[in-house]
């Protein structure tokens, strides 16, 4: 098994399957080399400028880097035109423009169009430049976008993003890179502008992988919060109280703290909208059906995900699937 590296000396985290791992928890020093663009010599390109990736394309630019941006809604493209950056109407465009370029898309079919379709990144893809992929997707659409990448004879990183739009807007957001190692030091200071914590996992695929797993977590443990809130008001405890009390314990998580006292008030300011969170438990239960692996309580998860999302809740925070809980009840009631 080749050894891991390690460039975090407080973390020591094993690794399985003979995959090779980096950790940095550099993020401060590293931003402050990235200033002014030093760090990274190069154009930067970014593709999707939604609620993730316009706050991270906004960090890269105001940290310097000479960024040029695309978005299917070219609208959206203006506020990052306003700090500096460039525009490009295509990906192959930005692609072909840039040295290393970025794509943050919703879902896997965005993000293997706008790689692989007409016009996509591909085509402007050359020996030399590099592709990122930040979007969350499945391994196997990771793979088909790095193929087609790497035919060009350029490089391929697959970087899925642990973290929501605040994390996004503060530059802390955890990056789950896989794929080319040489890209990923060669981007390692991009990363340390938009994130906090870098991991490089070994062969595309794993990146993918691991956010799955990791969302896969996310959307069980909000449904289970969910259902203390509203058990609490029902048995007559304030539910503002269980909020505190949790956050004060070992089952703390900031996410408790941060959207408990908005879901008592049934407000879900959107951070990380629900229909991505059911996308990605979808992904994560086809995940272990393709290895056997029973995960019931994901799967349980999911189903009340789709019942929010038929609800209309679709693009609210995903802490909005509390309201498929009240609506059970109600129907039970009936």
């Given at each position: 098994?080749?050894?891991?590296?390690?460039?975090?000396?407080?973390?020591?985290?094993?690794?399985?399957?003979?995959?090779?791992?980096?950790?940095?928890?550099?993020?401060?020093?590293?931003?402050?080399?990235?200033?002014?663009?030093?760090?990274?010599?190069?154009?930067?390109?970014f593709?999707?400028?939604?609620?993730?990736?316009?706050?991270?394309?906004?960090?890269?630019?105001?940290?310097?880097?000479?960024?040029?941006?695309?978005?299917?809604?070219?609208?959206?493209c203006d506020?990052?035109?306003s700090?500096g950056?460039?525009?490009?109407?295509?990906?192959?465009g930005?692609?072909?423009?840039c040295?290393?370029?970025?794509a943050?898309?919703?879902?896997?079919?965005?993000?293997?169009?706008?790689?692989?379709?007409?016009?996509g990144?591909?085509?402007g893809?050359?020996?030399?430049?590099?592709?990122?992929?930040?979007?969350?997707?499945d391994?196997?659409?990771?793979?088909?976008?790095g193929k087609h990448?790497?035919?060009?004879?350029?490089?391929?990183?697959e970087?899925p993003?642990?973290?929501?739009?605040?994390?996004?807007?503060?530059?802390?957001?955890?990056?789950?890179?896989?794929?080319?190692?040489?890209?990923?030091k060669?981007?390692?200071p991009?990363?340390?502008?938009?994130?906090?914590?870098?991991?490089?996992?070994?062969?595309v695929?794993?990146g993918?992988?691991?956010?799955?797993?990791v969302?896969?977590?996310?959307?069980?443990?909000m449904?289970?919060?969910?259902?203390?809130?509203?058990?609490?008001?029902?048995?007559?405890l304030?539910?503002?109280?269980?909020?505190?009390?949790?956050?004060?314990?070992?089952?703390?998580?900031?996410?408790?703290?941060?959207?408990?006292p908005?879901?008592?008030?049934?407000a879900?300011?959107?951070?990380?909208?629900?229909?991505?969170?059911?996308?990605?438990?979808r992904?994560?239960?086809?995940?272990?059906?393709?290895?056997?692996?029973?995960?019931?309580?994901?799967?349980?998860?999911?189903?009340?995900y789709?019942v929010?999302?038929?609800?209309?809740?679709?693009d609210?925070?995903?802490?909005?699937?509390?309201?498929?809980l009240?609506?059970?009840v109600?129907?039970?009631?009936?």
């Amino acid at each position: 098994m080749a050894a891991a590296f390690l460039l975090c000396p407080r973390l020591a985290l094993p690794l399985r399957r003979g995959s090779r791992l980096l950790v940095s928890c550099s993020a401060s020093a590293s931003s402050s080399d990235a200033a002014g663009g030093v760090g990274f010599q190069g154009k930067v390109g970014f593709l999707g400028l939604g609620i993730m990736g316009a706050p991270m394309a906004s960090n890269l630019i105001k940290a310097g880097y000479d960024v040029t941006v695309w978005n299917r809604t070219e609208s959206k493209c203006d506020p990052l035109l306003s700090l500096g950056a460039k525009f490009e109407s295509s990906p192959a465009g930005v692609a072909s423009s840039c040295d290393v370029t970025f794509a943050m898309l919703a879902d896997p079919e965005s993000a293997a169009e706008v790689a692989c379709g007409t016009n996509g990144a591909a085509e402007g893809m050359a020996p030399g430049k590099g592709y990122v992929d930040v979007s969350t997707v499945d391994d196997a659409t990771s793979k088909l976008i790095g193929k087609h990448i790497t035919r060009t004879g350029a490089s391929f990183l697959e970087a899925p993003v642990s973290g929501s739009k605040k994390p996004a807007e503060d530059g802390l957001l955890i990056f789950l890179t896989a794929g080319d190692e040489s890209l990923y030091k060669r981007v390692a200071p991009l990363l340390d502008v938009m994130g906090k914590s870098r991991f490089y996992l070994g062969d595309v695929g794993n990146g993918a992988t691991m956010k799955l797993v990791v969302n896969m977590v996310m959307g069980s443990m909000m449904v289970s919060f969910a259902e203390g809130l509203l058990l609490s008001e029902k048995v007559g405890l304030d539910p503002n109280t269980v909020v505190e009390v949790i956050s004060q314990g070992a089952i703390n998580a900031p996410m408790f703290s941060l959207k408990g006292p908005s879901m008592v008030k049934a407000a879900y300011p959107t951070a990380f909208p629900l229909k991505h969170q059911q996308k990605d438990l979808r992904l994560a239960l086809a995940l272990a059906e393709s290895v056997s692996q029973s995960i019931p309580t994901a799967a349980a998860a999911n189903e009340l995900y789709k019942v929010a999302k038929s609800l209309g809740l679709a693009d609210h925070d995903f802490s909005a699937v509390i309201e498929a809980l009240k609506a059970k009840v109600q129907s039970s009631q009936q």
